[in-house]
């Protein structure tokens, strides 16, 4: 392309500050360098991560930063010594990198990369940025910095994906489809004619929802606060719903009532550790699985030992479970086999300009998954 090796001078939402709102920036996108890769950003899914970190985490360190995770683009150029791209691929930016070599990657036991850099911020990760504005590097959230018309990413973290997918609904897969579908069938484990619980239904806990469907469990019971999400949570798979607002029991009593005394697993897609709690204390005593696959890292989280010494387990998965690129290029074939479902998660299209708006609707719970149009494709 023409602009190969130049300087791109781009629209991108920058967060200068906590807790303030993004302001569309004029900024300069440096070439990519050795194993680097320069991607056109087509469409970004807003997450609730991106607003953990703008609103919650009170990290004034990683400020000022472009946001953005969850996206799928094209490349534009790549740097020397790129050998898996070319100009012209369809790809989907990964914040949980695969390098293919370290001894994580190598090992079945974990999709967590050695490379990986999520919540890092120190000078480093700003010095490595390849965005700046106002002669100001910006950090790159998670190294991939979505919230960009054009952004820089290692090699290592980007996944190639079919020529023939639709980028303005594939862009879900960089996090939330693959978050909570994996968490279900690679981390639960969900088993044919099992009791499932999944608590908390943005786009993560449907995503784990319709995983629990695809690995044949009989019962899902979907727990929320927002009763307005439990009509979306059947389209799902969802056979039952509970608001715990409507009892005055604790909600894993009130799931222990319904199930013989707990579900064979349960799923935190919250990031509350209260929630994460009632998760656990959800699942059969004596075997239940119960999976933390919501964010934070603002609290401690207590339980008492017998709420696992009688054979309770209880894990966390970040991803899914998934090794990146290959669990992208999976899923992304999945959804075009139909095998999957992506449009469902999509309640509002957005320009960038309105990436506030977003941001608003996701902050209080008036979306599912807002997809913005970072540029045409």
Request: aromatic share 6%; charged share 20%.
């Amino acid at each position: 392309m023409a602009t190969a090796g130049k300087v791109i001078k781009c629209k991108a939402a920058v967060a200068w500050e906590f807790n303030q709102p993004l302001v569309i920036e004029e900024v300069e996108v440096a070439p990519p360098q050795e194993k680097e890769i320069r991607i056109k950003i087509v469409a970004a899914g807003v997450c609730q991560s991106d607003l953990y970190f703008l609103l919650k985490c009170m990290n004034k360190a990683m400020f000022p930063a472009v946001l953005g995770h969850e996206a799928a683009g094209i490349v534009e150029s790549v740097g020397p010594g790129v050998t898996e791209f070319q100009p012209g691929d369809k790809v989907i930016p990964l914040f949980m990198p695969q390098c293919r070599e370290c001894r994580f990657c190598n090992s079945p036991k974990t999709n967590v990369c050695v490379n990986g850099i999520v919540g890092r911020f120190d000078e480093k990760e700003f010095e490595a940025s390849r965005i700046s504005c106002k002669g100001r590097k910006l950090l790159q959230l998670a190294g991939t910095s979505t919230f960009s018309e054009y952004t820089v990413v290692k090699e290592i973290a980007v996944a190639k994906i079919d020529a023939a997918a639709p980028l303005d609904k594939v862009c879900l897969i960089g996090c939330a489809i693959c978050t909570g579908y994996g968490a279900a069938v690679n981390a639960a484990k969900v088993e044919a004619g099992s009791t499932c619980a999944v608590f908390g239904l943005g786009a993560v806990g449907l995503a784990a929802v319709m995983g629990c469907k695809a690995a044949g469990a009989q019962r899902i019971i979907a727990v929320d606060i927002n009763p307005e999400k439990f009509e979306k949570a059947k389209v799902f798979g969802a056979t039952d719903v509970v608001n715990p607002k409507d009892h005055s029991e604790p909600v894993h009593e009130v799931i222990a009532g319904m199930t013989n005394g707990g579900v064979d697993f349960s799923l935190e897609c919250v990031g509350n550790v209260e929630v994460m709690r009632s998760a656990l204390e959800s699942s059969m005593e004596a075997w239940g699985v119960s999976v933390i696959v919501g964010w934070t890292d603002m609290y401690d989280i207590a339980i008492r030992p017998r709420h696992l010494i009688c054979g309770r387990t209880w894990k966390g998965t970040v991803f899914g479970g998934f090794k990146a690129k290959d669990g992208v290029a999976a899923m992304t074939n999945a959804y075009l086999e139909k095998k999957v479902k992506l449009d469902e998660f999509i309640t509002h299209n957005m320009p960038l300009e309105q990436i506030n708006d977003a941001i608003e609707l996701m902050k209080n719970s008036k979306c599912i998954r807002a997809v913005v149009e970072v540029s045409p494709p």
